[in-house]
């Protein structure tokens, strides 16, 4: 009994300590935050380092107002709003649309994004109203506002039925719909933008409510810090850093369509030879095929020595900024510069793996590295092993790199999410790249693919 009193008031105390004023956070130099591992908020990118939409809006918002960022993770909305409950965080940040709900228990910033909440369902089914959704098999991420929306809606229209998925995540409810485990799902709008390209079965099929508002939460009470945000996001963030950083996150590039064959064979004969030099040299020294060289640089920039990503990456191989310092590249969108840079990193990556991984896995393997980075490699290798797959093999790595999206699994990994579907769709699309510029060159395909 005096254990159940003791560990009751524990809680209490806990829920009732002062949520700290702008103040505090001024005087102690800090500013506390929990943030949520996704693609929205924070992961760490190709390079290592810590990205995210949110996690750059926060930067910004820190150096304005001159304070130190102390960051926590987690990997679920509940978890997110426990750690403001508790009073462990001065902000919860993580794609969070405002509700009636959350209003009642939390504070919100102004809104950052206005986003759609879309139903979508596999193509082979035909859904286009909320009673053909009635007669689907609905999943939707648990403790979400896809569930709080279907409960408002259930109100009118009963049949209306769902699963929440454990997972409380939304690449799993896309997995389970492409797997035709379940018919449909729900999601915000920027959040199908990012990954539309890696579930090719799903559609979408139309809006569910009204408009939603993305924001930051705080405690209530924390009005001052509240108003400051709100002051610096219309009066400074919006005017000058909000619309490029949209575009860097949530633009889709219109250049072309990867599997237009016509496009690309004409792009062997008008643009592959301005590079051909360049490509055989630097390939030379690696101990690569040129044309593999090439195929890369294809996927990367399709041949275009002044690409230029949202993200910033740019040239024919879109190196990084930090990449291209590290490999020696003072001009990124000079051609022989950034195919030197690019095949340098490739070497780099190349020469990071294992002794005993060989042939064309070792070869695969540095593409992904290149893609999404070493140490998301790495956490994958880690997996396939603890899932009985061969880590030291393309084939097993590849079949685990997906679920570097999913909750189970990423919260478990050193570097947490990353967007798994991607190294696997990238390394494929260079496979076929190389085999049709062989084609083009050679008349035949070539089995082996480096020395």
């Keep these: 009994m005096n254990i159940l009193l003791l560990i009751s008031l524990m809680i209490i105390s806990s829920c009732s300590e002062e949520v700290r004023t702008l103040y505090d956070i001024k005087k102690e130099n800090k500013l506390r935050v929990v943030l949520r591992n996704s693609p929205t908020t924070y992961f760490e990118d190709r390079d290592g380092k810590a990205a995210g939409f949110e996690y750059e809006m926060l930067k910004e918002f820190a150096k304005w107002l001159k304070v130190e960022l102390e960051i926590t993770t987690t990997d679920s909305t509940e978890k997110l709003l426990e750690h403001l409950e508790f009073k462990k965080a001065d902000l919860a940040i993580g794609s969070l649309t405002i509700t009636s709900a959350r209003k009642k228990e939390f504070l919100f ?28 098999k609905v999943i939707v991420a648990k403790n979400t506002s896809y569930a709080e929306i279907l409960r408002t809606l259930k109100k009118e229209v009963p049949e209306l039925t769902w699963v929440e998925d454990d997972e409380d995540s939304q690449d799993h409810t896309f997995e389970q719909v492409q797997a035709q485990n379940y018919d449909c799902t729900v999601i915000d709008s920027n959040i199908r933008k990012l990954n539309q390209m890696f579930y090719p079965d799903l559609r979408f099929s139309f809006v569910l409510g009204e408009e939603n508002k993305i924001a930051w939460a705080m405690n209530k009470g924390n009005t001052e810090l509240q108003s400051i945000y709100n002051k610096w996001f219309e009066n400074v963030f919006r005017k000058s850093g909000l619309k490029a950083l949209k575009e860097k996150y949530y633009a889709t590039t219109q250049d072309f369509d990867p599997y237009d064959i016509n496009k690309f064979n004409e792009r062997v004969k008008t643009r592959l030879p301005k590079y051909k030099e360049y490509f055989q040299s630097e390939a030379a020294k690696i101990g ?9 640089s294809y996927q990367e920039s399709h041949w275009n020595e002044k690409a230029l990503s949202p993200t910033g990456v740019r040239g024919l191989m879109m190196l990084t900024r930090s990449t291209a310092k590290a490999m020696g590249v003072k001009n990124r969108i000079d051609p022989k510069q950034s195919i030197e ?4 990193y490739l070497k780099k990556m190349h020469d990071r793996l294992p002794r ?3 042939g064309n896995s070792r070869l695969w393997m540095t593409l992904a590295a290149y893609n999404v980075g070493y140490s998301h490699l790495r956490d994958a290798r880690g997996l396939a092993a603890w899932r009985e797959r061969n880590p030291n093999t393309w084939a097993g790595v590849r079949t685990v790199l997906p679920l570097l999206s999913q909750k ?9 999410y990353a967007r798994g579907k991607e190294p696997v769709v990238y390394v ?22 480096y020395n």
């Design 341 to 344: 840079g690019g095949a340098k």
């Design 428 to 449: 494929d699309r260079i496979k076929n790249y190389y085999e049709l510029i062989q084609k083009a060159i050679n008349g035949t395909v070539k089995v082996k693919i």
């Design 288 to 296: 690569w095929d040129w044309k593999l060289l090439a195929a890369i």
């Design 109 to 136: 910033t102004l809104p950052y994004l206005e986003v759609n909440q879309e139903v979508i369902c596999h193509r082979s089914k035909r859904i286009e109203n909320i009673q053909d959704l009635a007669k689907a």
């Design 408 to 416: 189970r699994y990423y919260k478990r990994l050193p570097h947490g």
């Design 356 to 358: 005993f991984i060989q």
